[in-house]
């Protein structure tokens, strides 16, 4: 089983950067593939940004290529969003979302979800 415990949302002016981060207990992640999802009111959730674990080669979603960044922390076990020049079209609950193993489909197959933290970006 894993736990996933996400951090770092609240209220930025457009322009303005925020830091999530997605705290895992449980199981060792050293074959998993932990993402970012975020889902705006009256929207469907969507895929942000994702990292395998034990290689860390990403993925991210043309909506923020170039203004998020995903990491990971090996030691802490945490999986960090670090995002830039918001936007306020970027204000959704953002989830952090573990899966085991490694596809080629970053988006589908995530198994385990946090409840997720609330962005909002003023204009």
């Known amino acids: 089983q894993v736990q996933l415990v996400e951090s770092g949302g609240g209220l930025v002016q457009a322009g303005g950067s925020l830091r999530l981060a997605c705290a895992a207990s449980g199981r060792t992640f050293s074959s998993s593939t932990v993402g970012w999802f975020r889902q705006a009111p009256g929207k469907e959730r969507e895929f942000v940004a994702a990292?395998?674990?034990?290689?860390?080669?990403?993925a991210s979603a043309d909506s923020v290529k170039g203004r998020f960044t995903i990491s990971r922390d090996n030691a802490k076990k945490m999986v960090v969003l670090q995002m830039n020049k918001l936007k306020p079209e970027d204000t959704a609950v953002y989830y952090c979302?573990?899966?085991?193993?490694?596809?080629?489909?970053?988006?589908?197959?995530?198994?385990?979800w946090g409840q997720g933290t609330q962005v909002t970006v003023s204009s």
């Open positions: 979302a573990a899966k085991i193993g490694y596809t080629t489909d970053w988006s589908g197959g995530y198994d385990y």
């Open positions: 990292i395998r674990w034990s290689s860390g080669i990403t």
